[in-house]
């Protein structure tokens, strides 16, 4: 019997959530978010803040680095995901597009593609077709050009497109993307967030979208939250967050005495935090 329960508004919950590497160093301190259903929600914050940890603890990738969930709930449409693999998670319509693209470089793009249908294998009323690929090679014309070439000689912005092309294969319901602007030129990010949001638009794809480029990340977001030291220090639209004067010096890394400053330093803050239950 399948053990989810009924749909809700939310296919993904983040309650309160302590994440531990070694046992010993604790990376995620009380975090909690969530994710509405047909949305893109970026998740921003400065190297180091947990940004990384917090998809990989969705996707149940901790285990692969010494990482745990030691507190909290994670629940994915409308079930606790703490015993479920990460395979299992794929199989339920959860995709992770992970930094560093992670492509099989010693297979062709249509190969890659191939192997993503594996992640349909056993889900009721889904099987995969060519026209999942078909789907594929529109979003992303290069791709069919290149779809017999090796993934390995592909350019990074191709290894981007196919990276989210293999998340499509697997039709899901929400994909956590880590950094997809990594290593690419401006051209090539306004191309591949343009995509981003076309297909949450016309598919209803859910995305969780960690992005150190906040402006770019806020204009195709429909909310976001903002990561300092394994916490949540602000969430709301994205709009807010984009005209906010503070977020904007934020990330610009100077205050008005020209130091540099953290949320953590503006009192203006520090009774303004909304954390979710």
């Not at 994710?35 to 692969?64: D, E």
């Not at 010693?106 to 690929?133: I, K, M």
């Amino acid at each position: 019997m399948d053990a989810r329960a009924a749909p809700t508004d939310l296919v993904l919950e983040v309650n309160n959530i302590e994440v531990v590497y070694n046992k010993v160093v604790q990376v995620l301190r009380g975090l909690s978010l969530a994710v509405p259903r047909g949305q893109i929600v970026a998740l921003l914050g400065s190297n180091g803040a947990g940004k990384s940890t917090t998809l990989k603890a969705v996707s149940g990738l901790l285990a692969l680095e010494d990482g745990e969930v030691e507190g909290g709930r994670i629940v994915f449409d409308g079930a606790p995901t703490e015993r479920l693999a990460p395979q299992q998670l794929v199989r339920r319509g959860l995709s992770h597009v992970m930094e560093g693209r992670r492509v099989f470089e010693d297979l062709t793009v249509e190969e890659n593609l191939v192997a993503a249908t594996y992640a349909l294998t056993g889900r009721t009323g889904v099987a995969p077709t060519s026209r999942n690929f078909d789907d594929v090679y529109a979003y992303f014309p290069r791709l069919h050009e290149r779809r017999k070439g090796l993934a390995g000689y592909l350019s990074g912005g191709e290894q981007q497109m196919l990276a989210i092309g293999r998340a499509l294969v697997a039709q899901p319901q929400l994909i956590l993307l880590d950094e997809p602007s990594l290593g690419l030129s401006p051209k090539l990010v306004e191309d591949i967030f343009t995509i981003i949001a076309r297909i949450n638009a016309e598919r209803g794809t859910s995305m969780l979208l960690v992005e150190q480029n906040a402006s770019v990340a806020l204009a195709i977001a429909h909310t976001g939250y903002i990561m300092e030291s394994g916490k949540v220090v602000i969430d709301g639209s994205a709009e807010r967050l984009a005209a906010d004067p503070d977020v904007r010096e934020f990330y610009l890394g100077v205050g008005g005495s020209g130091e540099s400053r953290s949320f953590r330093e503006l009192k203006h803050y520090k009774r303004r935090k909304r954390w979710l239950s």
